[in-house]
């Protein structure tokens, strides 16, 4: 029979599917048209529908489980279509097979109902915390690879890198002063996007006098002139990030950061001790959620990708826009964000800001949030490693990215932000299988694993 297991989630299903291989041919002669049918359909397609995706970059080979080499395929779609997904299942004979699925989340309450009305499925819940621990161990354990983390290449703190010496020198052919080379110190706080629009913005004044620059030559040194340093939410600035592996041979303490819908955050202390400490409803659900309604998105995707092109600092105040530079006594740099959607209270910043700015300002909200708790978390719990997972990460460096930032700078370069490649997969693998105990499970799984369960 074909082995399953699933996380319905608040936002997402997650579908994790077992292909034995290297059946022989007594194996192959045993297994049933349906069940081929079956398998043929979810490992010959990486679409279903127009929701159903399966992740093939995801997909894990010669996999050893119960005695039985196959390979992992991991499939998601919205939870919303679990009514079309238990159709399909029917319409596939797959109530022919199985009459009991390990499942996780939420939903495996909420749909219980459905599941054996439609398709005569039982669903054997687990705890879907239990099952993230579990799938977490599982990944990481086949795939030395597994956890890694964004930083720059120096592992230094964005925040902490000199600033930029910008050094302007203007040709001058309109003014009063006596040499034509002249050096022009000021501030722009702007970015560079600013800096260009500023440079032709016609006529300076410089000691009193109006004059314009015919030729304009910009170099970046470290040396004196123009001050410069880029927001730290900026596509520039966390342009110098680069994925870096992480060795995770000896684990314990971890915290473990479970963003989904919502958030949940526990502290693993071994495969078998770990509690939740803290969680808050600001998730990636609250993300999507708010991107639809401020930009008018359809998918995560689009979110994302309209974020990806955003500048926060349209609609964000900063703490510069307050002090007019750093806060130096307490060590807030101006360009930190003071308040959050603050610059919407003004009718003509409103008139003015994209749909782009709106969502880069909401994923930097979220996510500075989430490292702030974090990292408040990882202190109370005196752990040092932090390990974000979930789908709302999956495919998602921007995400991954203003998380390390938020713990780097929150911590004072003290934690990093660790992230898996199975990210949101590790709950649906995890569920026992048949024989498979929680327990022996447990040292094994991650991220997309939330719920494993045999069909």
Not at 21 to 46: A, F, H, P, Q, W
Not at 259 to 264: D, L, P
Not at 335 to 349: G, I, K
Not at 417 to 430: I, R, S, Y
Request: proline fraction near 4%; hydrophobic fraction near 40%.
């Amino acid at each position: 029979m074909p082995w399953f297991g699933m996380d319905i989630g608040g936002t997402l299903t997650k579908l994790v599917y077992f292909e034995p291989t290297g059946m022989n041919r007594k194996e192959m002669d045993k297994e049933t048209e349906v069940l081929k049918n079956i398998r043929r359909y979810l490992t010959r397609n990486s679409a279903y529908g127009k929701t159903g995706r399966r992740d093939v970059h995801l997909q894990m080979d010669n996999v050893t489980i119960r005695g039985r080499r196959g390979t992992f395929h991991f499939i998601r779609f919205p939870t919303t279509e679990v009514g079309a997904f238990l159709q399909l299942a029917r319409s596939k004979g797959m109530a022919m097979l199985v009459n009991t699925v390990y499942a996780t989340g939420g939903g495996a309450f909420k749909f219980e109902e459905d599941f054996m009305k439609e398709v005569n499925m039982r669903l054997e819940k687990q705890d879907e915390l239990d099952a993230l621990v579990a799938g977490l161990l599982f990944v990481d354990a086949r795939n030395p690879c597994e956890c890694y983390y964004w930083a720059p290449p120096d592992d230094r703190p964005v925040h902490e890198h000199s600033s930029y010496k910008i050094t302007l020198y203007f040709v001058i052919f309109i003014g009063f002063y006596h040499s034509a080379d002249t050096t022009l110190s000021q501030s722009f706080p702007f970015g560079m996007r600013g800096l260009d629009r500023a440079l032709h913005a016609g006529p300076v004044s410089i000691g009193g006098s109006s004059m314009t620059a015919a030729a304009v030559a910009m170099t970046i040194s470290k040396a004196d002139g123009l001050t410069y340093s880029e927001p730290p939410y900026s596509e520039e600035a966390l342009s110098l990030y680069v994925k870096k592996s992480y060795n995770f041979t000896n684990p314990y303490p971890f915290l473990l950061v479970n963003i989904g819908s919502g958030v949940s955050i526990l502290a693993v202390r071994a495969p078998n001790d770990y509690k939740r400490v803290s969680g808050t409803s600001l998730g990636g659900g609250t993300f999507l959620g708010l991107c639809c309604l401020l930009t008018g998105c359809k998918t995560f995707e689009e979110a994302i990708s309209l974020a990806a092109s955003g500048d926060n600092t349209t609609v964000d105040k900063l703490v510069r826009d307050i002090y007019g530079g750093d806060y130096t006594r307490f060590g807030l740099p101006g360009d930190l964000v003071a308040s959050s959607f603050c610059q919407m209270c003004s009718t003509e910043r409103r008139s003015r800001v994209s749909r782009e700015d709106l969502a880069r300002a909401t994923l930097v909200t979220i996510t500075n949030n989430i490292g702030s708790i974090a990292r408040l978390c990882a202190s109370n719990e005196g752990i040092e490693k932090v390990v974000f997972c979930g789908n709302f990460l999956r495919v998602n460096p921007l995400s991954m990215k203003l998380l390390s930032y938020a713990m780097s700078y929150w911590s004072k370069g003290a934690l990093k932000a660790l992230f898996l490649v199975h990210e949101g997969a590790t709950e649906p693998k995890n569920i026992q299988c048949g024989a498979l105990s929680l327990a022996e499970v447990r040292s094994r799984c991650n991220g997309r694993a939330e719920a494993y369960f045999q069909c």
